[in-house]
């Protein structure tokens, strides 16, 4: 009884559409070529970061430039952003420096995509599908802001806006997670849901214009 109570406190708490669900099983579906839709992520906790941890699921069949992950600061655009540059072309910024990563060509499958970063070495590492593509180093030292507006669907170039329909995203994302710190990505292989940062099992979000949730259709 005192959950359900604070349960119903928590929903109406949350104003402007924000929801927070479980969203278990589910997937957005960004259905067609848009500057307008996108889904805010809102961190469980806000606190600038020193290492992090990135997962999410995607499937599109786009051939040219788009984002995958958002994560803009009020000073400082591309505070962290994936970005796919062409097919089997992931960048990975952090404080608006970038390093790519080449993946073997499989343009039209779902892909699993994790992320780790650490500023006392400024080491990047990227699995894709369960296997590394290597390491690079960035931003070495560097801490990143914690007010953020974190985006997916759509780049920013400011906060929370400036969007390119020409870099937007065209399918489906699901199980984003984050984390607070690096986690080993060998243990990534399944269930990567539940970040300390953004957890898709209670995930606090808004969408925007025409975004749909549905069943995930892949694992
Ligand atoms: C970040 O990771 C390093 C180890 O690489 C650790 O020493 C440091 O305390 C971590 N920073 C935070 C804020 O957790
Ligand atoms: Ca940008």
């Not at 839709?37 to 600038?48: D, E, R, T, W």
Request: net charge positive; proline share 4%.
């Amino acid at each position: 009884m005192a959950k359900l109570i604070v349960g119903a406190l928590l929903l109406s708490v949350l104003t402007g559409g924000v929801a927070q669900l479980d969203m278990k099983g589910k997937a957005f579906i960004f259905p067609q070529e848009s500057a307008t839709a996108y889904v805010s992520l809102i961190p469980q906790v806000k606190k600038s970061l020193q290492n992090f941890t990135l997962c999410l699921k995607a499937f599109t069949d786009l051939t040219r430039p788009y984002s995958l992950f958002s994560y803009n600061t009020k000073t400082r655009d591309n505070e962290i952003l994936l970005f796919v540059e062409k097919v089997g072309e992931y960048m990975f910024y952090v404080g608006n420096s970038g390093v790519i990563f080449k993946a073997p060509l499989n343009p039209y499958a779902p892909i699993h995509i994790c992320v780790s970063w650490e500023s006392a070495s400024g080491i990047a590492e990227l699995w894709l599908n369960g296997k590394p593509l290597g390491r690079k180093g960035l931003k070495k030292g560097y801490t990143v802001g914690g007010e953020a507006k974190i985006i997916i669907g759509q780049e920013q170039d400011s906060f929370g806006g400036r969007f390119d329909i020409k870099q937007s995203f065209v399918g489906d994302i699901w199980e984003v997670a984050m984390w607070d710190h690096v986690v080993p990505l060998k243990m990534m292989d399944d269930g990567c849901h539940s970040g300390n940062l953004i957890n898709w099992q209670s995930l606090i979000f808004k969408d925007n214009g025409y975004v749909v949730t549905k069943p995930k259709l892949w694992d």
